[in-house]
């Protein structure tokens, strides 16, 4: 496995399908992508990006990340909060996504707020993670 991080048109469409966005490849975005022999297993995808300030974190992987998972959980926020030199990451999820919750949990994240009605009709879960409390750098 390895961590692509060509901004290819492809790889954002792709992401794009994948977490129901529209994201592309313009200033402050990113996209890093995780290769398998089988093709992608992940994407992070970075937006509402403010170097030395702040990057928006959406996420999708399979469960086929294996060992290859920790150096691409590595590479993303090496890229936030040292490359960026960002304080600060945001994740929203769904309230109804309990998975992904326990997941950015266990990355280390801190839940802080509900979103009313931010996925239209769901609420949203705001979490957050603050470069000194990064425990994969």
Not at 28 to 45: D, E, N, S
Not at 71 to 89: M, N, P, Y
Not at 90 to 104: E, G, K, V, Y
Request: hydrophobic share 40%.
């Amino acid at each position: 496995m390895h961590v692509d991080a060509t901004q290819s048109p492809a790889l954002f469409r792709l992401a794009s399908e994948r977490l129901g966005g529209h994201y592309t490849n313009d200033w402050g975005h990113k996209v890093l992508t995780l290769i398998g022999a089988r093709g992608i297993v992940a994407q992070a995808v970075f937006t509402g990006t403010s170097p030395g300030i702040k990057f928006e974190l959406t996420m999708w992987a399979t469960r086929a990340m294996g060992l290859g998972g920790r150096q691409f959980i590595r590479s993303i926020f090496d890229v936030g909060f040292r490359q960026w030199q960002c304080e600060r990451a945001t994740a929203i999820t769904r309230a109804s996504n309990a998975d992904a919750q326990r997941a950015l949990i266990k990355l280390g994240f801190t839940f802080e707020t509900d979103l009313g009605r931010w996925f239209g009709a769901e609420d949203g879960m705001c979490f957050r993670m603050y470069r000194e409390d990064c425990k994969w750098l």
